[in-house]
Nanobody
């Protein structure tokens, strides 16, 4: 199975930057970190969870929601079994609980389906 743990959330002023991390622990036979595409999602207060972005198993492809494109960047480090979300030029509307997810199929992440999910980390952007 796969355990995902997010970290790096906190309070930041509008226009600032923050980096979130998601460390994966892989215990499924025959699977490694590179077996999975990874995704980031967020849930603003009072709203449903929404797609932020994804990165393929080999980091060769990334996809982003229009709301964050050009401001957020996803990367992954196979040596650390970790995926990152680099957030720049943050806005108050970016305030949300941020979740990471793992999936065998990247296409699943694009439609908000994950095989495994983390517990989330809070990001608050002040005006």
């Amino acid at each position: 199975q796969v355990k995902l743990v997010e970290s790096g959330g906190g309070l930041v002023q509008s226009g600032g930057s923050l980096r979130l991390s998601c460390e994966a622990s892989i215990r499924t036979s025959g699977r490694t970190f590179s077996s999975y595409s990874m995704g980031w999602f967020r849930q603003p207060p009072g709203k449903e969870r929404e797609f932020v972005g994804t990165i393929s198993w080999d980091a060769g492809n990334t996809y982003y929601a229009d709301s964050v494109k050009g401001r957020f960047t996803i990367s992954r480090d196979s040596a650390k079994n970790t995926v990152y979300l680099h957030m720049n030029k943050l806005k108050p509307e970016d305030t949300a609980i941020y979740y990471c997810a793992a999936a065998i199929r990247l296409a699943d992440l694009l439609i908000n389906i994950g095989d495994y999910w983390g517990q989330g980390t809070q990001v608050t952007v002040s005006s």
